[in-house]
């Protein structure tokens, strides 16, 4: 049977406002993500978001009592599990746990993994919020968010067309490319415009649907302070990949100095000028085991 591709964009489109069978963002993600996005983070206010969730409560004890934080005596609360693990680890490990559990595809096929779709993710989260703060990054924002949400599109386009997307997969296998070009080749349309519509289904900021977006191509993004964001989850999503923390989802044969994102960190950034790529992410080079380490964690 052929399968019929290349529909327009407004297709997919309306596809993505008419489709029951979609994801909806978690209920714990979105209360979060709320209280961040109102800079209202406190022990009081996240506190009884985990405690309603009796399968998160366990995740985050089983962390907080994790050789990752060597400790000797036994967690047994949420509330001394925040003191160990801190606020912003904490929400960074429900919002995940809530959308890993949520939006997971019991799907093990061909090329791609859904587990280790979900280990990239986690891992783009920590690089950028390591970058952030090795740059001294000017802006609130919970990057850690933007990294893990940035490829979510891939995602929603298997719900919708999960044959073609096989192809796809295959294709950039085959063709040893990107699975952004095999997306625009099969579908017309690449996994960035599919999560930047389901992110404003889900009624996203602002924020968090350009980076979705434009995260292959930064220089797009019209908002300043939204392209710096986009810029960094653009060079975190290629140091993981420089660092083989892609998780086998693709082959990237990417160029980091010749990417928007670096040019745009190079020219905001002034120290940044002159440096070449693998000397700038040395700087996070000993933290790598341990974002290794939790993206584990999170997956067990």
């Known amino acids: 049977m052929d399968i019929e591709k290349n529909h327009s964009p407004e297709y997919y489109r309306d596809k993505i406002q008419s489709l029951t069978n979609l994801p909806t963002l978690p209920i714990i993600a979105t209360e979060i993500l709320r209280i961040t996005r109102e800079d209202k983070l406190s022990v009081n206010q996240i506190l009884p978001i985990i405690e309603k969730d009796p399968p998160l409560t366990m995740k985050v004890l089983r962390i907080a009592n994790s050789a990752y934080y060597g400790l000797r005596r036994e967690i047994k609360s949420i509330r001394h599990a925040i003191v160990v693990i801190g606020l912003r680890e904490l929400s960074n490990i429900a919002v995940s746990f809530s959308l890993i559990k949520e939006l997971s595809i019991d799907f093990e096929g061909y090329h791609f993994q859904w587990k280790e779709f979900w280990k990239h993710s986690v891992a783009c989260g920590y690089v950028a919020q390591s970058l952030a703060e090795e740059l001294e990054f000017p802006t609130l924002s919970n990057v850690y968010i933007l990294g893990l949400l940035h490829d979510i599109g891939k995602l929603v386009l298997y719900r919708i067309e999960p044959e073609l997307y096989i192809e796809s997969l295959e294709n950039a296998s085959r063709k040893q490319c990107s699975i952004y070009l095999a997306e625009q080749e099969v579908f017309g349309i690449t996994h960035s415009d599919i999560g930047k519509w389901t992110a404003e289904k889900w009624r996203m900021s602002e924020e968090i649907i350009n980076t ?23 060079v975190a999503d290629m140091v993981c990949n420089f660092y083989n923390m892609n998780f086998g989802t693709e082959y990237i044969p990417s160029n980091p100095p010749e990417e928007a994102g670096w040019k745009i960190l190079q020219d905001v950034f002034k120290d940044m000028k002159g440096i070449e790529f693998e000397e700038f992410i040395k700087g996070i080079e000993n933290e790598l085991k341990t974002i290794r380490e939790m993206v584990n964690l999170l997956q067990t």
Do not use: A, M
């Open 212 to 234: 979705i977006g434009f995260h292959h191509n930064p220089d797009q993004v019209q908002n300043s302070e939204f392209k710096i964001c986009v810029s960094l989850i653009q």
